[in-house]
């Protein structure tokens, strides 16, 4: 049964650092790119960075550029968004979603599997 499992979220000041997970089990992570998605309240959900099958990131939201990063352990089929720098507009919902094939996508419908969420809020 293919299944994403996303954690690391919780409430962090402005500034504040997380690191979300997204544990895939079912399937080998590594053969697909791998998207984080974000959904603020009352907001559609949007694409923020992706990495691709062979390792490659690409930023969706400018504004996480310098401050998001995205990383693959294939030992622990596990994908990581480390996020520094927090700002109160990051607050929303953060989705992990497998592409349908090894490149990345910023468009949500080109997504096959998807976790339930993990919540980030950035409040002082």
């Known amino acids: 049964q293919v299944q994403l499992v996303e954690s690391g979220g919780g409430l962090v000041q402005p500034g504040g650092s997380l690191r979300l997970s997204c544990a895939a089990s079912?399937?080998?992570?590594?053969?697909?790119?791998i998207g984080w998605f974000r959904q603020a309240p009352g907001k559609e959900r949007e694409g923020v960075l992706c990495?691709?099958?062979?390792?490659?990131?690409?930023y969706y939201k400018s504004s996480v550029k310098d401050r998001f990063t995205i990383s693959r352990d294939k030992a622990k089929n596990t994908v990581y968004l480390q996020m520094n720098s927090l700002k109160p507009e990051d607050t929303g919902t953060y989705y992990c979603?497998?592409?349908?094939?090894?490149?990345?996508?910023?468009?949500?419908?080109?997504?096959?599997?998807w976790g339930q969420g993990t919540r980030v809020t950035v409040s002082s």
């Open positions: 979603a497998t592409e349908q094939g090894p490149l990345c996508s910023s468009v949500p419908r080109e997504y096959d599997d």
């Open positions: 079912g399937f080998t992570l590594d053969a697909y790119a």
């Open positions: 990495i691709s099958s062979r390792g490659g990131s690409i």
